[in-house]
Each structure stands twice: as structure tokens, then as C-alpha cells.
């Protein structure tokens, strides 16, 4: 019989996985705040980097991917198995593609809640896929904005235990946001709105409408946004956007949620947000 010794202090002990950029930037919240956290990294890609056998490159590419949060990382769970409070998983991929590595964080972590990026799919859904449904929680984190939000969406699948929901209540506030409880829908509140918003802006952009300059400018000055939806967008990530805006139209069937085809091609060119140099803005 397994004794799974998870702490019972109140001092929540937080696993991470999911997308490096996305990690680094959640790592840096939790880590301010003095939150206890480990990094496991995605099995896929363990997979993928040992199987080319050179462990000296695998070192240097996870060193690369994590930057400052790099000694954080585990890869064998036995030795702390049950003690994680809190599973969070910030993928922003199909949620099957990730499956393998949330089934083992919460197999070894079985009390522990699971908290998920539900940016393309409902947090039911991945509980479905992940065999987590009793424990998960949506969240919408993407990068530059879960810094800089103080107020964030959160959604329990349909059959999510209430003592999860207020676990994860109680790490969110610790984190300094205040909680909002909305519906399990993709995307949740925030972003499923700012996405639509982005999307309206880039078709302004596409049909000549105005320059990019001047739709941030008159979001800003129009109704006092704290920044223009087109560099609003350069920071979350073109692809990102697009990510969410296809989770809305699969879900829904409907065309108000389709992708603006100059998002598209952007990517297709490369032009993904300030992180690559370029997108509705050019970076040095």
C-alpha cells in the first residue's frame, strides 16, 4: 500500500509542465511570492532529445529552455511521490498531445489539484483525456499577460470536486490575483474576449481599414485600454491567438470565431509577435 505523505502545513508544493516561455514566466510568479515549485519537463520531448544520445546536448537544450528555473527540474517522480499539492499544466497544444505527462504527475500525485490552460479546450475536456475529472480547474494563462493581470478567470470541470475548487482558489490568491469562478467554456472570460478583439483588429488591418498604429491608438484613447489590441497581440503571440480563436470555432461551429486570414499568414511567414522580431510591429 502506497502512503502518499503530502504536506499538510497549508504551504502549497506546486509541479509545473507544460511550454518553457510559458513556464518561465509562471516559475517567476511563483517564485516572488516564495511558493515551493518543480519543473517536469514534457516526456515527449525527454523522449525525443534522448533519443538521440547525447546527454551533454539534452543538459544544454533544457539549460536553454529554462533558463534561470533549469535546476528546478525533475524527471523521476518516485523519490516525492505525493508530495505536489497542486499539478499545474500550461500547454497550449492539443491537450492529447500532452496526455502522457499529466497522467504521470497525477498518478504519482493523486490528492494533488490539477490545474490546466484551457486556451483550446474545456478543462472537462482535458479532464476526460487525462483521467483527472474529479480534480481539474481551468485556468487562461498566456505570456506578458499572466505577469500583469490581477484578476483571473477560473472554471471547475462538470465533475470536479468542490474541495479541489477551493484548493485552487486558495493557490491563485496566494499568487495575488483576486478568483473569478465562469463557466468551463474554452478560453474562459479574459481571453476568449481580447482574442476576439485581436481578431476584429486584424481584419481592420487586412481590409485597409487603418494602420495598426493608428487601431492601438484609438483603443487607447477610445476606451482606455491599457495597450493597443495589434501590441497586445505581438506580446501574447500570433499564435497563440490563432490557437485560442480555432478552440472557439471547434467548439462552436461558428463562423464569428474563425481566424482572420492575415493572422494565418503571419505565421506562415514567421511574423508570430515580439518574441521572433516581428509581427504587427517590428522589434529589434
Sequence with gaps: MNVYDINDTGAPNVLLTGEADFLQEFAGILSRKGVAFSILPALDLLDELESENDYDGVGKHLSEEYGPYAERLVFDLHPEEGTFTHII??????????????????????????IVNVLCATATEIGMITETGNRVIGVALVPSVMSTMTTIDMAAGLNTEPRHVESAKGLLRQLGYAVEVVQDRVGLVQMRVLAMLINEAAFAVMEGLATPEDIDKAMMLGVNYPKGLLAWADEIGIAIVTLILDGLRREYEQERYRPCVLLKQMMRAGWTGKAAGRGFYTYR
Design 89 to 114: 499544466d500550461l500547454s497550449v497544444t492539443s491537450p492529447t498531445e500532452h496526455r502522457l505527462t499529466i497522467d504521470y504527475a497525477a498518478t504519482f500525485n493523486p490528492k494533488a489539484t490539477v
